[in-house]
């Protein structure tokens, strides 16, 4: 089973829609949670952190569930700019790990 | 700039050369990673290196690949015998170390892209 597990899409949505995203974490050590955000032959780079009490940046929500070990980010109001490849990254050990990631793409 | 060095951005190599792949990491950034990027697939973990801890090489795909880095700054990713399927863009990503809490933001070069023909 791999550590850090999303569903690799893609998610065709519409405009101005919401679109949520899940993440699974194996190992129940982890300790720290980020989304990255990867656009089309663009190097990685970070959307946000994900705290325990769950934290908000404009149309972006993350939420974190130890109990179930996934993460979770929510988009509100969509737009085409929003269209990337979104990683999930679970950190353990002074270490990262970076999910496969999960395509968007924003409809016109 | 500050931020993480690629060399060279693109390299077209002959079927069993080798090649050298550089990364320059951010200053004082202790964590060190590399990964391969195939078209239109997900990040492939190669290899992490932490201070002066052991290197982490549990992702190099075979014993072609090898990576060392000198003097807790720069890395040298080295591919043997090239073959076609080593294709890829090959990204670096440094950190800084949050002393147990897990990982801290880690920041990617713009990667080098290698093409064996």
């Known amino acids: 089973r791999k550590e850090v597990e999303q569903d690799p899409g893609p998610f065709n949505v519409p405009e101005g829609a919401t679109v949520a995203f899940n993440c699974t974490y194996s190992?129940?050590?982890?300790?720290?949670f980020f989304w990255y955000r990867q656009d089309c032959r663009k190097e990685p780079k970070l959307l946000m952190s994900?705290?325990?009490s769950g934290n908000e940046d404009g149309r972006f929500t993350a939420q974190l569930n130890r109990a179930s070990q996934y993460i979770s980010l929510l988009i509100r109001d969509s737009k085409l700019s929003d269209s990337a490849t979104y990683l999930c990254?679970?950190?353990?050990?002074?270490?990262?790990?970076f999910g496969k990631g999960t395509r968007l793409h924003i409809l016109p | 700039g500050a931020g993480v060095s690629q060399s060279p951005s693109n390299k077209v190599t002959e079927k069993g050369k080798d090649v050298e792949l550089r990364c320059d990491p951010i200053?004082?950034?202790?964590?060190l990673y590399w990964y391969r990027q195939s078209l239109g697939q997900g990040l492939e973990f190669l290899i992490y290196f932490q201070g002066n801890s052991a290197p982490d090489k549990s992702g190099l795909p075979s014993d072609r690949f090898s990576a060392e880095r000198t003097g807790g700054s720069v890395s040298t990713l080295t591919i043997q015998r090239t073959q076609q399927e080593d294709s890829a863009v090959y990204l670096c990503a440094s950190s800084l170390v949050s002393q147990g809490a897990g990982g801290t933001e880690a920041f990617f070069g713009q990667g080098t892209r290698l093409t064996v023909v």
């Open positions: 190992n129940s050590a982890s300790q720290s």
């Open positions: 990254v679970v950190g353990r050990d002074d270490k990262i790990i």
């Open positions: 994900v705290y325990s």
């Open positions: 200053s004082g950034h202790t964590a």
